[in-house]
């Protein structure tokens, strides 16, 4: 079994901050990847930030310059730091990890179930 919980979001005005954290647990050998993804009503979901095992790390264009994940890797734990929010942010953010769960079976993706952030002033 493995669990996947995200915290932190909530209600910030524009231009503020706020940090999402996420973390893993249960039946783990390796974490391969953690990414936040994001979906706001009406929309498709969208990959916001995702970090690798190697500390390798992607960003959507519409977060770049403003959002920075980090991990520790201790911990199982990824945070995503959301800077100069805006409107079009308000989305429900989940986490994905995907891990490896014992020797010679594949990687798997676990989602956690998401929490909500409200960019409103």
């Known amino acids: 079994q493995v669990h996947v919980v995200e915290s932190g979001g909530g209600l910030v005005q524009p231009g503020g901050s706020l940090r999402l954290s996420c973390a893993a647990s249960?039946?783990?050998?390796?974490?391969?990847?953690m990414a936040w993804h994001r979906q706001a009503p009406g929309k498709q979901r969208e990959l916001v930030a995702a970090?690798?095992?190697?500390?390798?790390?992607d960003y959507a264009d519409s977060v770049k310059g403003r959002f920075t994940i980090s991990r520790d890797s201790a911990k199982n734990t990824v945070y995503l730091q959301m800077n100069s929010l805006k409107p079009e942010d308000t989305a429900v953010y989940s986490c994905?990890?995907?891990?490896?769960?014992?020797?010679?079976?594949?990687?798997?993706?676990?989602w956690g179930q998401g929490t909500q952030v409200t960019v409103s002033s």
């Open positions: 970090i690798t095992s190697g500390g390798s790390t």
């Open positions: 249960g039946s783990i050998l390796s974490i391969y990847r």
């Open positions: 994905n990890a995907r891990i490896q769960t014992a020797r010679l079976l594949p990687l798997e993706d676990y």
